[in-house]
T-cell receptor
């Protein structure tokens, strides 16, 4: 049973427009959410995170929104740039899980078209 | 952010040989590291959790005798693919917590078994 779901395997956006990547989760105990970006043949790099006590966190062109009642979070990238083309993974932390790893979604491939 | 390195970045070996991949936390100590593999165009698959000074915890379906994990120090974990076969060809990535919720990933190791 997948606890973190990214239902869109891919997304194409024109350069300069907004990219919105979505993520849903099922475990209400998750207290911390993260977004990672991954280029081919490289390890994922941490992008931005949000605590469950907040509903928005912004860092430059990247903003993450959290809707706890809907168990939904989204990553907004604006304006989108060709260099943003990558696979984006949503991840969540269960505070009751000790030293176990984050729970990852399957990823969404973003293509920003020039 | 914290830096995790992997060595080698790429390795080609003959079927039946063993390959060792190193994962190092360069600027922090990691009591726990995680090993993932990623097949082309698929998401990250957690293989095992590596605990310093104790046995690794393997995910269901991962053969512990085939994928030997040794976490001998707080900055080094190794994954040895024993008697490698072509189906073991994949992209192997390690990660570690750096004292917070964020998991930092290494750059990955591309293994090709001929």
């Amino acid at each position: 049973d997948q606890q973190v779901k990214q239902n869109s395997p891919s997304l194409s956006v024109q350069e300069g427009r907004i990219s919105i990547l979505n993520c849903d989760y099922t475990n209400s105990m998750f207290d911390y959410f993260l977004w990672y970006k991954k280029y081919p043949a490289e390890g994922p790099t941490f992008l931005i995170s949000i605590s469950s006590i907040k509903d928005k966190n912004e860092d430059g062109r990247f903003t993450v929104f959290l809707n706890k009642s809907a168990k939904h979070l989204s990553l907004h990238i604006v304006p989108s740039q060709p260099g943003d083309s990558a696979v984006y993974f949503c991840a969540a932390r269960d505070p009751n899980s000790g030293n176990t790893p984050l729970v990852f979604g399957k990823g969404t491939r973003l293509s920003v078209i020039a | 952010g914290a830096v995790v390195s992997q060595h080698p970045s790429r390795v080609i070996c003959k079927s039946g040989t063993s390959v060792k991949i190193e994962c190092r936390s360069l600027d922090f100590q990691a009591t726990t590291m995680f090993w993932y593999r990623q097949f082309p165009k698929q998401s990250l698959m957690l293989m095992a959790t590596s605990n310093e000074g104790s046995k690794a915890t393997y995910e269901q379906g991962v053969e512990k005798d085939k994928f030997l994990i040794n976490h001998a120090s707080l900055t080094l974990s190794t994954l040895t693919v024993t008697s490698a076969h072509p189906e073991d060809s994949s992209f192997y990535i390690c990660s570690a917590h750096a004292g917070g919720w964020v998991q930092y990933f290494g750059p990955g190791t591309r293994l090709l078994v001929l």
